[in-house]
């Protein structure tokens, strides 16, 4: 028996680290911080330290879990925008949109957004709740091992909290973290058809404080485009939700511009989507704190232009990538195989790529205990089998992780 309470996991070919990555701007595969032949020592969840064998202490009586092909490790993914809270399917909207119509104009026509709102008002939370848990499960076994999910397919106090509850009941029931946010400003209910402002009203006064003296989210963002909410109202909402005091994120630029620079204004913790951004933009993001969140998912699921992430890097800013995951425009949800489709498309290196899922990816939720692999960090795991970490960006998502750990227990 293992009296120390530690655990030695290796050896592994290569330990990539992503530790002293620079925060803004390009990185090169040769500052991604690989460690070679190296273990990774674990105690009570959390990553102790990176050792060679020689090292190992067997005096302690440590747990040791040999791995018997070459192996490489990297920090648990963490997918920074997802939407995996609903009912439903919108395979019916995929099928119009490849016909030829948009994603406003399907949403006008009463497909859309609104289409999973009336699924997800009917619905169950058990029902919630399991739909939440086969999606978290499936991204445990791709290595995500953090994920952030949105309401914003209730539009009322009752349905928002079903889902706000739905996600937080989920997580009580999975090894995996996750992170809600208060989407209700994600489009305007049939209830309030035309009275945009008047919804913002009810939720600055109703339900932003609700959700907060209830603990259901401590994070609140909005979706600001041309059907939903104009720079205007956004602004009132996020004032208030700054004011009591969440953390702020946007659904920016994804159609029309407007929203990058809301988000960079308020100092948003990210602004996401950010597909229709022109250079304008992306300077104004680039020299902000406020990281830049692409979703390959969206552009993929859509068949749009993906998020200019070389120029956001280029330009000096900060680029997360999440899969947006939702029954509409993301249905896919694979997280690895969208960054790296994003990566031929627009031309990131490896670094860059495996930090806007790792390290990045926890700064655009404000995280600061995960996406590196150090001393005192959690030990949230992706092993992959092979002896180079190149080939499972090369692989294109195709090379399945042969371990995952959470909190140092090895789930897969
Ligand atoms: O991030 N753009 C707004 N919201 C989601 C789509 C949600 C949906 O279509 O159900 C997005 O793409
Ligand atoms: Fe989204």
């Not at 963002?221 to 909402?237: H, L, N, P, R, S």
Request: charge should be negative; glycine fraction near 8%.
């Amino acid at each position: 028996m293992n009296n120390s309470g530690i655990t030695y996991i290796g050896p592994f070919s290569e330990i990539v680290t992503m530790d002293g990555l620079p925060a803004n701007g390009p990185i090169s595969d040769d500052q991604l911080n690989i460690i070679e032949d190296g273990f990774i020592a674990i105690k009570d969840g959390m990553i102790l330290g990176i050792v060679k064998r020689e090292s190992i202490n067997l005096h302690t009586n440590p747990e040791l879990h040999i791995l018997k092909e070459p192996s490489v490790c990297l920090p648990g993914f963490i997918d920074a925008h997802t939407h995996i809270c609903f009912a439903g399917s919108r395979a019916r909207d995929y099928a119009m949109r490849n016909a030829g119509k948009t994603y406003l104009e399907i949403a006008k026509e009463g497909g859309g957004i609104l289409s999973t709102v009336n699924q997800t008002r009917i619905a169950k939370k058990e029902e919630l709740i399991e739909g939440i848990l086969k999606r978290t499960r499936r991204h445990l076994e791709s290595g995500v091992t953090t994920i952030e999910i949105k309401s914003g397919y209730g539009l009322n106090s009752f349905d928002e909290l079903k889902m706000l509850t739905a996600i937080q009941d989920a997580n009580d029931a999975t090894k995996s973290d996750l992170i809600s946010t208060c989407l209700a400003a994600h489009t305007v209910p049939p209830e309030f058809k035309g009275k945009a402002d008047e919804y913002i009203q009810f939720l600055n006064n109703e339900l932003l404080p609700l959700i907060k003296e209830k603990e259901l989210s401590n994070r609140v963002d909005i979706f600001v485009e041309k059907g939903a909410f104009t720079v205007d109202q956004a602004w009132t909402y996020l004032l208030r939700a700054r004011d009591l005091g969440y953390d702020i994120t946007v659904h920016a630029d994804q159609f029309s511009t407007g929203g990058s620079k809301l988000a960079v204004e308020m100092g948003a913790l990210s602004a996401d989507h950010l597909e229709a951004s022109g250079i304008k933009e992306v300077k104004l993001i680039a020299e902000s704190e406020t990281v830049a969140v692409a979703l390959p998912g969206a552009s993929l699921g859509l068949g749009c232009n993906f998020t200019p992430a070389r120029s956001i890097l280029d330009h000096g800013g900060r680029l997360a990538i999440a899969s947006d995951w939702n029954p509409g425009s993301a249905p896919m949800g694979y997280l690895l195989m969208q960054a790296a489709i994003l990566g031929t498309f627009q031309k990131l290196t490896n670094a860059e790529i495996l930090a806007g899922i790792t390290v990045q990816a926890a700064n655009a939720l404000n995280l600061k205990d995960r996406g590196i692999i150090k001393s005192g960090f959690l030990a949230d795991l992706v092993i992959f089998p092979t002896h180079d970490y190149r080939e499972i960006l090369y692989k294109q998502g195709m090379l399945r992780p042969s371990h995952v750990l959470k909190r140092g227990e090895i789930l897969f």
